[in-house]
């Protein structure tokens, strides 16, 4: 694939409607996008790996110029395996800024010919994140509408709420 390309990056546990809203802007502004995974099993993660590659990639119904993959190490190192230059990450509420300024100096410390970019989520989606929907789904809360509908079915299956029909 060649092109102007972007990285986004994250732990996507699960991917929701905030994220699908930045994928669908970036496409806008770049060629590709290559979805970056941290393999990071610390964060015991809800869903394994495979199973957010899967629910990414569903969601995203196999748009031509969307790689999902995974990653460990260095943000900044991977990107230049990519042959990427430029970090996108989405941004909320003001909440995020501090943490996400910080990952971008420090990104830009470790390497300076990656360059961090930050767009905004569509306004319906500040307030959701992945550890808020994950929080209601195991609580039985309706998860729907604010992620994909393979999300939402993989939550209620996973905590256990399944209509079963
Ligand atoms: O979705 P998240 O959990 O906010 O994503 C955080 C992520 C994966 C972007 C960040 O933890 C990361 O880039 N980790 C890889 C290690 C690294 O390069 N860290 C930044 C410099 S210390």
Do not use: C
Request: net charge neutral.
């Amino acid at each position: 694939m060649n092109g102007k390309a972007a990285i986004y990056p994250g732990t996507f546990d699960p991917i929701t409607n905030g994220h699908i809203s930045i994928v669908n802007r970036a496409l806008t502004i770049f060629d590709r996008l290559i979805i970056a995974i941290l393999n990071n099993p610390q964060k015991e993660p809800l869903f394994t790996l495979e199973e957010r590659i899967d629910m990414i990639k569903e969601s995203l119904n196999g748009a031509p110029n969307v790689e999902v993959d995974t990653f460990d190490g260095l943000l900044v190192d991977y990107a230049v395996k990519k042959k990427a230059n430029v970090i996108l990450r989405g941004l909320r509420a003001l909440s995020d800024f501090e943490y996400e300024f910080q990952m971008a100096l420090m990104n830009r410390k470790l390497n300076r010919d990656v360059q961090s970019i930050f767009l905004m989520t569509d306004y319906k989606w500040f307030y959701i994140s992945s550890t808020i929907i994950k929080e209601a789904a195991s609580l039985g809360g309706d998860t729907s509408g604010l992620v994909p509908e393979i999300v939402d079915r993989r939550l209620k299956e996973k905590f256990n709420f399944a209509k079963n029909t």
